[in-house]
């Protein structure tokens, strides 16, 4: 039987998810000021000529960093996670000055890709890190406590709208002042920022190919790589597309439609993450798999307020729906790394999310181009959401498929994983 963790492990544990949150935070603002602030970037970069354009630039920050995020959390699971993400916040906050310099829209695209590479290295490491200080008991809380920092980034990146509007700043100022503070923050980050102590006994290494091997024959894994990408399809939409939908159906001012599609959603995911960890930590102490049932409830939310979303006829039904989402959403986003490490060993974990992200967010950055395209050729927006929907009830089918072993909280897993 496992002994429970000293309190001055769990202090330092709660220490380093703490110091992460601000990164969680900064990574997710700059991807929401573009969302926010889009009138204003297109109107001072003329050559982004349609929505399919504008669709690439979403797309190439995604492609990038899909496919490099293997590559980000195996270099996480055989070197230092502390320098993998100190490394990631310094080059994503000099990137994101450098965006805020950028007059044409090839460098924008060159920008956002360049972004792609330094966020690839961030999330897996700083996951697997919480997921080895977080043993069984206080594992999707930790997490879900992450992700709020996700969440208020999106929340403050919302009213980045409004900082393009006023005419002492625009968004230049936004993306300046956003990468300044970055790089200030990097220089603490790395004082205090530690990793977990090695186990007794240092497993063998894996190279890269081997890795890969492990993980593609584990069907649960498999299963967990399809069910994290499928809500990722509408959750890029929402994310990067509904400050225009809104503003476009609802005849906004930028700054009204990026705070009315963010705000409201954000807060009700930071209430999921926190209801969700709480719950699936409770659930697990009588059923190993408390995760994946919190983690399907939050699909069943998904479908009537993604219909709802498509439907609705007022901006305040609009909010509500997009609240609804967010609170399923929350109940999702806690559970993915808890989940993963019931089927993966932990020296594979930050190389498991890699390749979760690779799928995922490749196919985020096909459905922000599909959806551009598909607004270019006025297809109805019920439609759209109507299949998001069909998508969300799919997803919560799959994740019931998983069979996860008992949560071994930070021990040796057996060699049938």
Known sequence: MNESPSPSFSRTAWLMVLLLVPVALLNYLDRQ?????????????????????????????KWVYAILSPVGGYFADRLSKRHVICASLFVWSAVTWWTGQVNTYHELLWARALMGISEAFYIPAALALITEFHLGATRSRAVGFHQMGIYAGIILGG?????????????????????????AYALPL??????????????????????????????????????????????????DWMPEILREKFHLGQGKAGVSAVLYVQIASLIGVGLGGWLADRWMRKNIRGRIFVSALGMILFLPSLFGVGNAGTLGMAVIFLMMFGLGWGFFDCNNMPILCQIVRPQLRATGYGFMNLVSISCGGFADWGFGALRDRHVPLNLIFGAFAGIALLSAGVVLLIKPRADPAGTSPSSGW
């Open 159 to 183: 009213f980045s709208g409004y900082v393009a509007d006023a005419p002492d700043f625009g968004w230049r100022f936004a993306f300046g002042a956003c990468g300044l503070i970055g790089i």
């Open 33 to 61: 000021m573009l969302a926010a602030m889009k009138a204003s970037m297109v109107a001072d970069i003329p050559d982004i000529q349609n929505k399919a354009a504008w669709g690439i630039v979403l797309g190439s920050f």
């Open 190 to 239: 790395f004082a205090l920022l530690r990793n977990p102590a090695p186990p007794a006994i240092a497993p063998e290494p894996v190279s890269l190919p081997a890795a890969t091997g492990q993980l593609f024959r584990n069907r649960n894994f498999l299963l967990l790589v399809i069910y994290f990408t499928l809500p990722a399809l509408a959750g890029w939409v929402v994310k």
